[in-house]
């Protein structure tokens, strides 16, 4: 069922109009497909409004170019920039017609309202011409009008008495929703606030666990083997290219981000203080890529690492596993907004020697305050700390 308000169906009826008959009748197709015997563009129009959701989705049909959503604000003297993308255009219409529905209502308020007004004076007037009237009549017919207007009175005082009942019920009611909704959403926070502290006590209990992993020890090229602090420092550098390069003003193209860079039971664990501290914690390759991505392309964060050994570490375990800890610096634009620390725990894939995927993700982010100065970043996360980071990546797999 579609959910128009008349100014959206009449704006998007005429925007239809001016598209041709041909992609009129395909766009019909893609909305209504059991539908064959339509043939004009009238019978097309009808169809597409009313098969389809919305307004707003309706105009965002590929079949309904930019050009169309244009012309049509430009014929209705809607100021807007002739650069405007598509979106921005449907939200200038939608904009546009509930202006004009607002419009609508108010003058049916004061169509109303003075209609309401006549009405009174009529009734005024009528009164002032009976009261005339009887003033001109003599003993039972003045006792009679009085009569009348004792009763108007008592019914106009019950209708006020009435009247002042029922707001007060409302009101009442009122009171007694708004409590019941506070009751709830304190309910609410309290279980969202033992569900964080459980996440937080669990997180704590697998930071303990202990397995028999020491520092990796490059060997030989002979032997096949890879350079633990060589595969962290390119590591470094191709997840913060590829994560700074979704931000417009790093400069450059962006590359190909998304979840394919993860395992599917991916955990990033977020915290980050600026007034207060704030733990966040996702899992699953798609809610790990989104909330990375959303720091840099949402909030226009650029990540700043420092690879040198003292901003950057990393250990392996007989399994294979890597773990890499990098601290660094927070942008935006011109500004440096605060230091970093991020963890990554690494899983080699079957398919191919050299493939990686993260298995797990820590990044602690510490907003500065005021003058600070900064240094150059360097780890507050020791070797033995970060082995044990690679103990948990190891109790996760089993």
Not at 135 to 163: H, P, S, T, Y
Not at 369 to 394: D, K, M, R, T
Request: one cysteine or more; glycine letters at 4%; aromatic letters at 6%.
């Amino acid at each position: 069922m579609s959910h128009f308000s008349a100014m959206q169906k009449l704006g998007c009826t005429e925007t239809l109009q001016s598209l041709s008959c041909s992609d009129l009748l395909a766009l019909k197709d893609t909305i209504a497909t059991k539908l064959t015997n339509i043939w004009t563009k009238e019978e097309a129009i009808g169809v597409i409004l009313n098969y389809s959701q919305s307004a707003e989705e309706l105009l965002k049909r590929r079949k309904i170019v930019r050009e169309a959503i244009l012309k049509y604000l430009i014929r209705h003297d809607v100021v807007i920039k002739v650069s405007a993308d598509k979106q921005q255009l449907i939200g200038e219409a939608l904009f546009y017609w509930t202006q004009k529905e607002w419009n609508r209502k108010e003058l049916i308020d004061r169509t109303k309202h003075k209609l309401e007004q006549n009405v009174k004076q009529e009734i005024a007037n009528a009164k002032i011409k009976a009261m005339a009237q009887e003033v001109k009549v003599a003993g039972i017919e003045l006792e009679q009008a009085r009569q009348v207007q004792d009763q108007l009175r008592r019914q106009l005082e019950e209708q006020a008495r009435k009247r002042e009942e029922e707001q007060a019920r409302q009101a009442e009611e009122q009171k007694i929703r708004q409590a019941e909704e506070q009751i709830k959403r304190r309910v609410q926070e309290q279980i969202t606030e033992q569900v964080l502290d459980e996440r937080k006590r669990q997180l704590e209990m697998q930071m303990n666990i202990h397995l028999n992993v020491t520092q990796y020890k490059a060997p030989s090229q002979a032997e096949g083997d890879f350079d633990c602090q060589i595969i962290g420092e390119e590591f470094c550098k191709w997840f913060f290219i590829l994560l700074n390069s979704q931000n417009p003003s790093f400069g450059r193209q962006p590359e190909e981000w998304g979840p394919q860079h993860f395992w599917d039971d991916a955990i990033l664990h977020f915290a980050y203080s600026v007034q207060e501290d704030i733990i966040e914690q996702y899992q699953s390759s798609a809610m790990v890529s989104l909330r990375l991505l959303s720091l840099v392309k949402d909030e226009q964060l650029l990540f700043n690492p420092n690879i040198s050994k003292n901003g950057m570490r990393c250990v392996t375990s007989p399994h294979g596993l890597v773990a890499i800890a990098v601290a660094g610096t927070i942008h935006m634009n011109t500004q440096c907004l605060g230091i970093f620390e991020q963890l990554f725990g690494l899983v080699r894939t079957p398919v191919g020697r050299n493939n990686w995927k993260m298995k797990y993700v820590n990044l602690q982010v510490k907003a500065l305050i005021g003058q600070q100065e900064i240094n150059q970043p360097s780890l507050s996360i020791e070797l033995p700390a970060l082995v044990a980071h690679l103990n948990e990546l190891n109790a996760f797999l089993k």
